[in-house]
T-cell receptor, first 114, second 113 residues
Framework: SAVISQKPSRDICQRGTSLTIQCQVDSQVTMMFWYRQQPGQSLTLIATANQGSEATYESGFVIDKFPISRPNLTFSTLTVSNMSPEDSSIYLC???????????FGPGTRLLVL | QQQVKQSPQSLIVQKGGIPIINCAYE??????FPWYQQFPGKGPALLIA?????SEKKEGRFTISFNKSAKQFSLHIMDSQPGDSATYFC????????????FGQGTTLQVKP
């Protein structure tokens, strides 16, 4: 199994600023994923991050707004840029161990933009 | 075609009851169907998963029933307990597609003592 941690666990930010969320895995994972979840809602995939290549973004999400880094097999960051109140949400990262199909999730980062 | 439709949105049962959550999909390329359990303030955790080559899978009190021809699958929780109160998500993915999951809308389950 894999244990995933995220930093920060929550934050309150002013509109127009940016926040970088860190995702650390205790094992090497092949693919990492970033999701957004509104309270009480389902998970929406933002992008898929593979080490050494640019992230692949889902429809409705763009790199300028959500730049992602994936420097190695255990770490990734998601930046929420030029934030607006509409960006208030829970951001979750997840990953699959090499050769495995189980996707493990972090605890999420709760973001409130004022 | 990429959607996974989940119902009901919420469910209340008495302790010992058998809540059933249903999901349906359109894309026949999906070949992996996990169920996730999420408690408030936590990330989703894998509960049980199934592939289309079997019609049923049991793990403890949790059972997945899979109907390939109808493109439907469901989660049954036997002898439900108050500790099972959580939000449940079905999902689907296809082999070779990076493993990304398409999630259903979620079902909030409350098990009353």
């Amino acid at each position: 199994s894999a244990v995933i941690s995220q930093k920060p666990s929550r934050d309150i930010c002013q509109r127009g600023t940016s926040l970088t969320i860190q995702c650390q895995v205790d094992s090497q994972v092949t693919m990492m994923f970033w999701y957004r979840q509104q309270p009480g809602q389902s998970l929406t995939l933002i992008a898929t991050a593979n080490q050494g290549s640019e992230a692949t973004y889902e429809s409705g999400f763009v790199i300028d707004k959500f730049p992602i880094s994936r420097p190695n097999l255990t770490f990734s960051t998601l930046t929420v840029s030029n934030m607006s109140p509409e960006d208030s949400s829970i951001y979750l990262c997840s990953g699959n161990l090499a050769g495995g199909e189980t996707q493990y999730f972090g605890p999420g980062t709760r973001l409130l933009v004022l | 075609q990429q959607q996974v439709k989940q119902s009901p949105q919420s469910l209340i049962v008495q302790k010992g009851g058998i809540p059933i959550i249903n999901c349906a999909y359109e894309n026949t390329a999906f070949d992996y169907f996990p169920w996730y359990q999420q408690f408030p303030g936590k990330g989703p955790a894998l509960l049980i998963a199934i592939r289309p080559d079997v019609s049923e899978k049991k793990e403890g009190r949790f059972t997945i029933s899979f109907n390939k021809s109808a493109k439907q699958f469901s989660l049954h929780i036997m002898d439900s307990q108050p500790g099972d109160s959580a939000t449940y998500f079905c999902a689907a993915s296809m082999t070779g597609n990076t493993g990304k999951l398409i999630f259903g809308q979620g079902t909030t389950l409350q098990v009353k003592p």
